[in-house]
Structure formats: structure tokens, C-alpha cells
């Protein structure tokens, strides 16, 4: 019994795409063994997917053939590795000393009341997720909160408006 | 007279130096130095020389650093440098400015560093979310192959460098360097037991010398400027240039490069602008939120590594938060501590159970439900998360701002508690 929930795990390993396999296949090249890989590998995945799901993270271990659990232990030690369903935006707000000085709560409670969301979750139409980030290293411009992959700095309420909308139509 | 090596091509409203312009102003000419015939024990020579200590907040001397490296025929061939460029501390925001302003720099320095250690590999452990400075990095290195200061026989030294940009995925503990080495094989950011240091035993088990992006970033000037010039840079004891920053409610916060030795009035009041209109100095942490609190009689200290150690904090990371007289020194603490829990990597029970305690304590302070007890708590943490007693510094860094803040700002503590609620919030 035991021995076929272990086996329909594993073949629940989603097969990786050709693009996948190629960025995975550059890192390899660039460590002496496949381990170092894994964490490049479920950002890779991530940036394919969206996020890492179990079927993503079970073909990523029998890729590189590391243990499910090692690399599932590696998925959730670092925040920035999605294990759930993301929205089409994540944003990453800085509530670190500097910002926090500066006035963050006020501007984290006015995206809260404009996308309806509080930290780890996502807008009923999938266009923002929400999630706190340490210092972002721009703690002369603060308020500070990152959109994907772009800084947004010296945070006011109106600010936040503007920025919801200009992703909104992106 | 160059007086601010690591700045000088920095200009953040145009894009960074292109590997032309860079050279043009000076760069690349250490390792030119080093291809007429500098060997490495001549640079490790010029590097203790210098005098220069790590800018990533330990301050451990470089070249001493460097020189627990293995030599000679019977030292493992493969040996790693990586640069530390996770910067995550709480109100640091230096090294950003180094790799999005001038990314051949560091490159540069990079380069003198692996020569001296004689590694051929070389990985930038880069902060993920610094999107802009991994694009401005990546482009450089990119020159850097195409021009023949990277990859094999650079400039005919027989010397071969390949530098790897290894972009992380969060967590604070991943900037203390064992814990860095570990993410970068692939295992979970805990830290590792020291010794062996990895200077000995690192990345894979083989010699490491890891530095932090600043440090980095002061070897190109010590070699094309010498010695003599560098220590002629500071006005106090330490040498060199130091990026310092200053964030809160100054009229305008900043990062400048300043000689060391200033008093930090200089700093607050001059590049700083002083205290937005209104608003009192109560206290700054002068070098990240691992760092004890100073208050404005400090002022007339230097920005030096021990004449700050003298008052009891330290220089580290030099770059300043400020606690104006309207904000709750409580709740600055208590943001902290909130962060420290968060960021504890789990291995050790002190640290593990400890800071997610003292920030509940804190919640309940924010609450108007703190208690005499609760006090007594936070104060005996002090002791059971200092130094010696957990696995990494993580902990003891928390102890820093918990354990200055109770001394320095003891009314407010009190007041949490008899009037039950915060009483800067109106
Ligand atoms: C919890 C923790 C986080 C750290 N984060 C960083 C960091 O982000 N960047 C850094 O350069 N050093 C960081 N350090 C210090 C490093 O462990 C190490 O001392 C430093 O990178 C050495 O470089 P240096 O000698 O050039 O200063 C951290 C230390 C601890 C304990
Ligand atoms: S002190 Fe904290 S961060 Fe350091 S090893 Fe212990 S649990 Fe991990
Ligand atoms: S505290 Fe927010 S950017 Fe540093």
C-alpha cells in the first residue's frame, strides 16, 4: 500500500520544458555538482510558471536527482521561492526600521484598503499578491516597495494609486 | 588627487560607466600593474599595508583575511572567492549604490582579490531582489571577457578568472558568510560551525575568502594609487574612504563616501541636513540595526571603528537610522526585533525561541500590554541572545539595539506599561 502512494508521488513530476531544461543545463556548467543547482532551478521554474508547484518541484528533483525533501527544504527556507499560487504581481513591501520611521504602516493600510488584500494574499482577480520584505537596501528613499521586478521609492498614498493602476493596465 | 576612489564614477541620474569610459578614468590599471610583474604576495603585501578593514560590519582586517589562505604547491589547487552582496541588514544602503553606480569597480577588485588569493572561480552572491544591479553587473562582466580581464590567461599572467553571478532568493542569515557558502551548495542558508574558517574550508571544502561588496571596492584605488595615497585619505585612525548613509527624518538622507574620522555631527548636521524642521534627535543607530543606539551626546564621536567602540556600539555598516523625539524609540525597537525573529534561521533554540518571544513582548507593549515582568524578560534575553551563547551573530545582533534601547530609553518602556498604550500615537 505504502509502496504505491510513493510511487504516484513521483509520478506526479511534471516534465520539464525545453526552455527549463536548457537554463538548468547553463547552471550546471557554471558549479561542480548538480546540489548548488537546485535553488537556480526552482527560481528558473518560478520564472517559467509563476510559482512552484509540487508537480514543478517533484520535476526538478528527478531532474537533477536530488531528494524530494532536500530540495523541498530548500523551496522553504527562502521567502522569495513562491509554494503557493502568486498573482500576476507580487509586490514586496519594505516594513524594515527605516521605512517603518518614515510612515510605512500608513501606506501599507492604504493598499490594503485599495486591493482589499493584507500579506500573503492575492487580489480576487489575480493581479497582486502581497508579501513583506526586509530592508530593501533604499532606506534614504523611503518608503520603499518593490513591483516584480521594479523599485518604487518615497511612497505616498497617491503614489500607491497611481501604481496600482499603471500595473493594472500593463 | 583622487579623494573619493569609490564614488568617482559614480553618477546615479546617467547609466554606470561603460568598460571604455571606465578605463578612461583610471580603471583596469591594477591589473595591468599585475600583469608587469606584481605577484601576489606583493599585492597581499600592499593590502595589509593599507590598513584597510572588511566594510561588511565585522571590520576583520583584509589582508590578515586573505593571508589564512593556504599557498604554495601543496595547498588545494581550487580555491573560491566570493563577494558578499546580500545586503539585508535593516537601514543599509551602500552596496547597492556601489554595483548599480559603478559595477566594474567591484569587478576590478574582484580581480586583485581571486589574483592575490590565486582563485580561479569567483561567485557574486547577489541580494535577489537587486534587479538593477545584477543587470548592470551582468553587462560588465560581459565587457570584461570580451576586453581580457576575465576568463583564461588574463592580460598574459597565466592567471585565469571566471566570476559567476549567483542571485539569491531572500533570508537575512545568507549575508553571514558560512551561511552564504552553504546557499550557494545548495542547502539551506544555516550557518556552519567555525572553526574550520572558511578561509581553510569553504565552498565545497575548499580555501574561501569572502568580502563584502565595499571592501571589494577599495582594492582597485590601493593598487593604481599605492599605499601612501590611501592612508593619506582618512582623517582619523582607521584608513580610507567609507560609503556612510543616514536615514530617517533628516532634511536630506543620503549615502556619501567620506574619509573616515569624522565626527558624525558632520555627518547628521552637514550631508544630513540635521533633523527635519520640528523634530529632535533622540538617538541614531550608527551602523545598521545590529547596532547599539547612540545618543546626541555622542555627536562629536568619530567615525572610526574603536573611537565608536569606545561608547559602546560600532561603526559596522555605517549607514545611520535616526530616531527623531516624535517617533517611538519602543516601536523602532520593537520593528527590529519583529525583523530579527523573522530572519532567525531556526537552528539554534535560543535564537529560535527567544526573539519570537521578545517580539510577542513587544506586540503586547504596542497593545498597552506590557508588564513589569515582560521588562524583566526582555532584559534577561539580553544576556541569553548576547555573544558566545547562540550558533551565529544573528541573535547577539538583536541584543544590540534590544539591549541599548532598554538602557537608554527606559521611560518609554515604563510609560508603555503604566499607561497602557503607546503614547506617541495620538
Ligand atoms: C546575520 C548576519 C548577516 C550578515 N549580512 C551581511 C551582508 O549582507 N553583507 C556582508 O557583506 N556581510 C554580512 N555579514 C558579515 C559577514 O558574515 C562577513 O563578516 C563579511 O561578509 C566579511 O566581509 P568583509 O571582511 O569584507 O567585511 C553578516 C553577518 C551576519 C552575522
Ligand atoms: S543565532 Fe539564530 S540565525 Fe544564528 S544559527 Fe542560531 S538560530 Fe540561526
Ligand atoms: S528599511 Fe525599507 S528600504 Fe531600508
Redo the contacts between chains.
Sequence with gaps: MSQQVIASTANKARKLSAEEIAEIEHEMT????K??????A??IVQKHQGWVSDESLLGISKYLD?PAADLE??AT?????YRQQVGKNVI?FC????C???GCEGIKGHIKEQLAIDYGETTEDGDFTLIP??????????PVM?VG???HRNLTPEKIDSIIKDYKSK | MVTNPLTKNIDMSRPPLDIAAYEANDGYQSVHAIAKGLSPEDVLELVKGSGLKGRGGAGFPTGLKWSFVPRGDNSPKQKYLVVNAD???????K??LLMEGDPHLMLEGMIIAAYTIQASKAYIFL??????SEQALRRAIKEAYEKGYLGKDILGTGFDLDI?M???????ICGEETALLN???????NPRAKPPFPQVSGL?GKPTIVNNVETICNLPGILTYGVDWYHGLTKGNDHGTKLF?????VKT???WELPLGLPIRELLEGYAGGMQDGLELRGF?PGG?STDFMLPEHLDVTLDYDEIAKVGSRLATG?M????DK?CPV??VG??MK?FA??SCGFCTPCRDGLPWVDQIFRDFENGEGSEKDLQILHDHVTYLGPGRTFCALAPGATAPLGSGLKYFKEDFEKHITQKRCSYKH
Design positions: 557554471l558549479y561542480p555538482d546540489r548548488a543547482v537546485g535553488l537556480e526552482l527560481k536530488i527544504g530548500v527556507f527562502f521567502n522569495l521561492v514586496l516594513d524594515s526600521v527605516s517603518w520611521i518614515m520584505v526586509p530592508c530593501l537596501g533604499d532606506c534614504d528613499r523611503a518593490m521586478p521594479d523599485l | 545586503e539585508m541588514e535593516p537601514g543599509t544602503f552596496d547597492r541580494r535577489g531582489e537587486y534587479t538593477v559567476i549567483h542571485t539569491s532568493a531572500g533570508r537575512y546557499a550557494l551548495e545548495g542547502k539551506r542558508a565545497w548613509g543616514v536615514s530617517g527624518k538622507p543620503g549615502c543607530l540595526g549607514t537610522i535616526v530616531l527623531d517617533t516601536g523602532m520593528n527590529l525583523f523573522h530572519e
